[in-house]
């Protein structure tokens, strides 16, 4: 299994940047999608999250209104829309693919290995 974060870089406060997170080796559209975010000294955030048919989105309060998370389950790819960017916004960001389990699988957890993002002026 491989997720493939890209799409971040510097950007100045206010501005926007999409990242993308291309899975592979898994059943993509079985799998619920969230991206996280680790910022210098700080605990692991939680950003946003869509379900396995992309159904239903929730967010962060922090990027609520600005970040929208989406999912392209065709091409194995979810996104993350970041807008109206902030200094406090500089993290790295990770994709996770979180299966929730059955019946007949167990749970299953996978990560990426990020993409920086820097908001600064």
């Known amino acids: 299994v491989q997720l493939v974060e890209s799409g971040g870089g510097k950007v100045q406060p206010g501005g926007s940047l999409r990242l993308s997170c291309a899975a592979s080796?898994?059943?993509?559209?079985?799998?619920?999608m969230r991206w996280y975010r680790r910022a210098p000294g700080k605990e692991r955030e939680w950003v946003a999250h869509i379900t396995s048919a992309g159904d239903s989105t929730h967010y962060a309060d922090s990027v609520k209104g600005r970040f929208t998370i989406s999912r392209d389950n065709a091409k194995n790819t979810v996104y993350l829309q970041m807008n109206s960017l902030k200094p406090e916004d500089t993290a790295g960001y990770y994709c996770n693919a979180f299966y929730p389990g059955s019946n007949l699988r167990p749970p299953r957890d996978y990560w990426g290995q990020g993409t920086q993002v820097t908001v600064s002026s």
């Open positions: 080796g898994l059943s993509f559209s079985s799998y619920e």
